[in-house]
């Protein structure tokens, strides 16, 4: 199977910056593919240089076998873009919205469906100016669906929406890749990327440091679980990380949290606690995830 981009030790600098830092990576047909990591990794950038924005200055790229400079007009007939800072003039209507972006390309599908398709048909008449948070995403993504690509890229598409109306965007996504079409998801939101991702690249400081599957990626973790209470005292932080198979013990925000892995693991630090005499509320447990992932590559947390 031929794959839809393909990247080669990319490179781009900003001075003495270097925002993307030698990446490779290949994304396949119809699968959601996503770009993770931290504010200021260098996502926004590989996608731009990608999609043919900005000239890399090393490496290469094809995207649907065309290069993003050379062939640029050809590309961005065939691919939509929603982009991190995205705006549109505020009177402008969103059915006018639609029209204008229809106009720019050879090849449409009737916009007319897309307001129904996105929820947006009582807003036909509505400035953007006055629509809500979630109803210029739904805008956005109509727009970058309005010339029927093959290649989808959204860039930190639910920054800034409350969790049902990110929820609502999750929906969304999925609903594009059932239409055929292969989506690029940029992301520096661990519970979205592992949710919607069949494979992600996780990015930090301009390099990727992990690609694969959310399972596997987590898998390699070789396990591990967390305990999170809320501490209402004193608690037996050095008791806790003496623990056999404890790995970490930290505050965050009025929590307890001690990571470890082991059969026992869990009973250990509930039987600690009540031999203490500590008190804590609303002790549950979760199992590793892709914050575990980027913590074990980087020594860091990715909302750090």
Not at 73 to 91: E, S
Not at 133 to 141: A, D, E, M, V
Not at 271 to 295: C, I, K
């Amino acid at each position: 199977m031929q794959s839809v981009i393909e990247v080669s030790n990319l490179r781009k600098r900003y001075g003495s910056t270097l925002a993307v830092d030698d990446i490779s990576l290949t994304v396949q047909p119809g699968e959601i593919f996503g770009i993770l990591g931290p504010n200021g990794a260098g996502k926004s950038t590989l996608v731009e240089t990608i999609v043919g924005l900005r000239q890399p200055d090393a490496g290469a790229v094809r995207v649907l076998g065309l290069d993003p400079q050379r062939e640029h007009n050809r590309l961005v007939q065939r691919i939509g873009i929603q982009l991190q800072h995205a705006a549109l003039p505020d009177r402008l209507a969103v059915w006018e919205a639609l029209d204008l972006f229809a106009s720019f390309y050879v090849r449409t599908t009737p916009w007319q469906p897309l307001l129904e398709a996105w929820g947006l048909a009582e807003k036909r008449n509505t400035l953007f100016a006055n629509l809500s948070g979630g109803q210029k995403q739904r805008l956005f993504i109509a727009l970058a669906l309005v010339n029927d690509p093959e290649v989808v890229f959204l860039d930190e598409l639910t920054t800034g929406l409350d969790p049902q109306a990110r929820r609502a965007t999750w929906d969304l996504v999925q609903r594009i890749r059932s239409q055929g079409k292969t989506v690029v998801l940029v992301t520096h939101f661990m519970d979205e990327a592992q949710f919607l991702c069949d494979r992600l690249a996780i990015i930090d400081a301009g390099r990727v440091i992990a690609l694969d599957t959310p399972a596997n990626l987590v898998r390699g973790l070789d396990g591990g679980s967390r305990v999170i209470f809320a501490a209402n005292g004193a608690t037996p932080l050095q008791a806790l990380r003496a623990l056999p198979g404890v790995s970490q013990v930290e505050r965050s925000q009025g929590d307890v949290i001690v990571s470890g892995r082991g059969d026992t693991f869990v009973s250990d630090v509930v039987a600690l606690l009540a031999a203490s005499g500590s008190p804590f509320q609303n002790l549950r447990t979760e199992q590793a995830d892709l914050e575990d992932v980027f913590m074990a590559r980087t020594g860091r947390r990715l909302r750090d």
